[in-house]
Protein backbone atom coordinates (compact mmCIF):
# COMPACT_ATOMS: atom_id res chain seq x y z
CA UNK A 1 0.00 0.00 0.00
CA UNK A 2 2.95 2.17 0.79
CA UNK A 3 4.29 1.79 -2.76
CA UNK A 4 0.88 2.13 -4.28
CA UNK A 5 0.59 5.42 -2.05
CA UNK A 6 3.91 6.18 -3.17
CA UNK A 7 3.10 5.77 -6.90
CA UNK A 8 -0.47 8.03 -6.44
CA UNK A 9 1.86 10.72 -4.61
CA UNK A 10 4.36 10.30 -7.18
CA UNK A 11 1.83 10.80 -10.45
CA UNK A 12 -0.04 13.57 -8.27
CA UNK A 13 3.29 14.96 -8.22
CA UNK A 14 3.99 14.07 -11.84
CA UNK A 15 0.87 15.55 -12.41
CA UNK A 16 0.53 18.89 -10.68
CA UNK A 17 3.83 19.23 -11.69
CA UNK A 18 2.38 19.02 -15.12
CA UNK A 19 0.07 21.34 -14.56
CA UNK A 20 1.91 24.25 -13.45
CA UNK A 21 3.94 23.90 -16.25
CA UNK A 22 0.78 24.20 -18.51
CA UNK A 23 0.22 27.31 -18.15
CA UNK A 24 3.61 28.75 -19.17
CA UNK A 25 3.44 26.59 -22.41
CA UNK A 26 0.03 27.82 -23.38
CA UNK A 27 1.10 31.26 -22.62
CA UNK A 28 3.90 30.89 -24.95
CA UNK A 29 1.63 29.65 -27.70
CA UNK A 30 -0.84 31.88 -27.46
CA UNK A 31 2.13 34.48 -28.25
CA UNK A 32 2.33 33.91 -31.87
CA UNK A 33 5.93 34.41 -32.86
CA UNK A 34 6.22 37.87 -34.46
CA UNK A 35 3.22 39.12 -33.16
CA UNK A 36 5.02 42.34 -31.44
CA UNK A 37 6.70 43.42 -34.56
CA UNK A 38 2.99 43.25 -36.32
CA UNK A 39 2.03 45.23 -33.93
CA UNK A 40 4.62 48.08 -34.22
CA UNK A 41 4.16 47.51 -38.29
CA UNK A 42 0.54 48.03 -37.75
CA UNK A 43 1.46 51.04 -35.37
CA UNK A 44 3.83 52.40 -38.17
CA UNK A 45 1.44 52.27 -40.63
CA UNK A 46 -0.82 54.01 -38.91
CA UNK A 47 1.33 56.87 -38.02
CA UNK A 48 1.78 58.19 -41.76
CA UNK A 49 -1.58 57.61 -42.15
CA UNK A 50 -2.45 60.14 -39.66
CA UNK A 51 -0.10 63.09 -40.65
CA UNK A 52 -1.27 62.78 -44.39
CA UNK A 53 -4.92 63.53 -42.75
CA UNK A 54 -2.88 66.48 -40.38
CA UNK A 55 -1.24 67.46 -43.87
CA UNK A 56 -4.54 67.48 -45.50
CA UNK A 57 -6.30 69.67 -42.87
CA UNK A 58 -3.40 71.71 -42.80
CA UNK A 59 -3.75 72.61 -46.37
CA UNK A 60 -7.46 73.11 -46.01
CA UNK A 61 -6.86 75.33 -43.38
CA UNK A 62 -4.75 77.22 -45.54
CA UNK A 63 -6.89 77.19 -48.59
CA UNK A 64 -9.10 78.24 -46.46
CA UNK A 65 -8.08 81.31 -45.31
CA UNK A 66 -6.85 82.15 -48.74
CA UNK A 67 -10.13 82.09 -49.82
CA UNK A 68 -11.07 84.39 -47.29
CA UNK A 69 -8.95 87.01 -47.88
CA UNK A 70 -9.79 86.45 -51.66
CA UNK A 71 -13.24 86.98 -50.55
CA UNK A 72 -11.94 89.77 -48.69
CA UNK A 73 -9.94 91.72 -51.37
CA UNK A 74 -13.11 91.08 -53.80
CA UNK A 75 -15.84 93.18 -51.47
CA UNK A 76 -13.01 95.79 -50.79
CA UNK A 77 -12.30 95.80 -54.84
CA UNK A 78 -16.36 95.90 -55.45
CA UNK A 79 -16.68 98.37 -52.87
CA UNK A 80 -13.90 100.73 -54.63
CA UNK A 81 -15.38 100.29 -57.76
CA UNK A 82 -18.94 101.38 -56.80
CA UNK A 83 -17.28 104.19 -55.09
CA UNK A 84 -15.32 105.61 -57.83
CA UNK A 85 -18.64 105.36 -60.27
CA UNK A 86 -20.42 107.10 -57.86
CA UNK A 87 -17.88 109.79 -57.87
CA UNK A 88 -18.25 109.73 -61.85
CA UNK A 89 -21.76 110.12 -62.01
CA UNK A 90 -21.14 112.66 -59.34
CA UNK A 91 -19.03 114.69 -61.75
CA UNK A 92 -20.84 113.71 -64.72
CA UNK A 93 -23.99 115.35 -63.11
CA UNK A 94 -21.60 118.35 -61.44
CA UNK A 95 -20.25 119.32 -65.50
CA UNK A 96 -23.80 118.80 -66.95
CA UNK A 97 -25.01 121.66 -64.24
CA UNK A 98 -21.88 124.15 -65.36
CA UNK A 99 -22.61 123.17 -68.55
CA UNK A 100 -25.88 124.54 -68.41
CA UNK A 101 -24.92 127.37 -66.45
CA UNK A 102 -22.48 128.12 -68.73
CA UNK A 103 -24.38 127.99 -71.82
CA UNK A 104 -27.11 129.82 -70.36
CA UNK A 105 -25.18 132.70 -68.71
CA UNK A 106 -22.38 132.97 -71.15
CA UNK A 107 -23.41 135.40 -73.67
CA UNK A 108 -24.04 137.97 -70.91
CA UNK A 109 -21.22 139.89 -70.90
CA UNK A 110 -21.86 140.17 -75.56
CA UNK A 111 -25.79 141.06 -74.61
CA UNK A 112 -24.91 143.61 -72.56
CA UNK A 113 -22.63 145.45 -75.12
CA UNK A 114 -25.60 144.57 -77.64
CA UNK A 115 -27.79 146.86 -75.43
CA UNK A 116 -25.26 149.75 -75.68
CA UNK A 117 -25.92 149.91 -79.63
CA UNK A 118 -29.27 149.10 -78.81
CA UNK A 119 -29.49 152.06 -77.18
CA UNK A 120 -27.42 154.27 -79.35
CA UNK A 121 -30.14 153.02 -82.21
CA UNK A 122 -33.01 154.70 -80.35
CA UNK A 123 -31.16 157.92 -79.38
CA UNK A 124 -30.56 158.13 -83.80
CA UNK A 125 -33.78 157.09 -84.19
CA UNK A 126 -35.18 160.21 -81.80
CA UNK A 127 -32.59 162.40 -83.15
CA UNK A 128 -34.65 161.39 -87.08
CA UNK A 129 -37.70 162.05 -85.68
CA UNK A 130 -36.62 165.34 -84.22
CA UNK A 131 -36.25 166.26 -87.68
CA UNK A 132 -31.85 166.59 -87.58
CA UNK A 133 -29.96 167.10 -90.19
CA UNK A 134 -28.90 164.06 -92.45
CA UNK A 135 -25.14 164.46 -91.47
CA UNK A 136 -26.14 164.26 -87.50
CA UNK A 137 -28.43 161.18 -88.34
CA UNK A 138 -25.35 159.63 -90.15
CA UNK A 139 -22.27 160.70 -87.48
CA UNK A 140 -25.07 158.56 -84.88
CA UNK A 141 -25.42 155.52 -87.24
CA UNK A 142 -21.70 155.15 -88.18
CA UNK A 143 -20.99 155.84 -84.12
CA UNK A 144 -23.44 152.27 -83.74
CA UNK A 145 -21.96 150.83 -86.79
CA UNK A 146 -18.23 151.07 -85.20
CA UNK A 147 -19.80 149.70 -81.58
CA UNK A 148 -21.06 147.12 -83.34
CA UNK A 149 -17.46 146.22 -85.15
CA UNK A 150 -15.70 146.74 -81.99
CA UNK A 151 -17.42 143.56 -80.03
CA UNK A 152 -17.38 141.72 -82.85
CA UNK A 153 -13.12 142.35 -82.84
CA UNK A 154 -13.13 141.99 -78.83
CA UNK A 155 -15.11 138.56 -79.66
CA UNK A 156 -12.36 137.69 -82.42
CA UNK A 157 -14.66 138.04 -85.33
CA UNK A 158 -12.86 139.40 -88.41
CA UNK A 159 -13.94 139.93 -91.78
CA UNK A 160 -12.33 137.24 -94.75
CA UNK A 161 -10.26 139.51 -96.80
CA UNK A 162 -10.21 138.81 -100.68
CA UNK A 163 -6.45 138.68 -102.05
CA UNK A 164 -6.05 139.47 -105.93
CA UNK A 165 -9.39 138.51 -105.97
CA UNK A 166 -8.48 134.52 -105.86
CA UNK A 167 -11.93 132.36 -105.48
CA UNK A 168 -11.02 130.30 -102.33
CA UNK A 169 -14.10 127.74 -101.97
CA UNK A 170 -13.15 127.20 -98.52
CA UNK A 171 -14.11 130.90 -97.58
CA UNK A 172 -16.17 131.82 -100.31
CA UNK A 173 -19.30 130.62 -101.31
CA UNK A 174 -20.52 131.29 -105.33
CA UNK A 175 -23.82 132.52 -105.55
CA UNK A 176 -23.19 133.72 -109.25
CA UNK A 177 -20.97 132.56 -111.98
CA UNK A 178 -20.12 134.32 -115.03
CA UNK A 179 -17.98 133.15 -118.24
CA UNK A 180 -14.90 135.66 -118.86
CA UNK A 181 -12.24 135.57 -121.53
CA UNK A 182 -10.33 138.23 -119.68
CA UNK A 183 -9.51 135.45 -116.46
CA UNK A 184 -7.89 131.93 -116.20
CA UNK A 185 -8.78 130.99 -113.07
CA UNK A 186 -11.74 131.52 -111.12
CA UNK A 187 -12.24 134.85 -109.76
CA UNK A 188 -14.55 137.26 -107.38
CA UNK A 189 -15.56 139.68 -109.44
CA UNK A 190 -18.20 141.07 -106.66
CA UNK A 191 -18.56 140.57 -102.88
CA UNK A 192 -22.34 140.60 -102.20
CA UNK A 193 -22.22 139.46 -98.82
CA UNK A 194 -19.12 139.90 -96.35
CA UNK A 195 -17.93 136.32 -94.67
CA UNK A 196 -16.36 136.43 -91.16
CA UNK A 197 -14.00 134.32 -89.25
CA UNK A 198 -13.72 133.88 -85.60
CA UNK A 199 -10.10 133.53 -84.77
CA UNK A 200 -8.80 130.79 -87.29
CA UNK A 201 -12.03 128.74 -88.00
CA UNK A 202 -14.58 130.11 -90.88
CA UNK A 203 -17.62 131.62 -88.84
CA UNK A 204 -19.82 132.74 -92.13
CA UNK A 205 -18.17 132.07 -96.10
CA UNK A 206 -18.52 135.40 -98.05
CA UNK A 207 -21.26 134.82 -100.49
CA UNK A 208 -19.83 136.00 -104.12
CA UNK A 209 -20.13 136.73 -107.77
CA UNK A 210 -17.54 134.53 -109.42
CA UNK A 211 -16.26 134.80 -113.27
CA UNK A 212 -14.96 131.76 -114.49
CA UNK A 213 -12.52 130.87 -117.81
CA UNK A 214 -14.79 130.65 -120.51
CA UNK A 215 -14.62 126.98 -121.59
CA UNK A 216 -13.29 125.73 -125.47
Known sequence: MNTKDGDKNNEEIEYIGGT???PEKIEKKEEPAGQPAVVEAAKEGHKPESEEIRNLKSKLKKRDAEIKQLKKEKEE?????LRKLAEIENLKKRLEREKADYLQYATNELLLEL??????????????EQGADGK???EGI????RMYQNILFKK????????DKAFDPNLHHAMATEESDQVKDPEVAEVLQKGYMIHD??????????LMPRKG
Do not use: C, H, M
Open 20 to 22: QEA
Open 115 to 128: LGVLDNFERALSVA
Open 77 to 81: FRDQY
Open 201 to 210: RLLRPSLVKV
Open 156 to 163: GVRPIEIK
Open 136 to 138: TFR
Open 142 to 145: ELIY
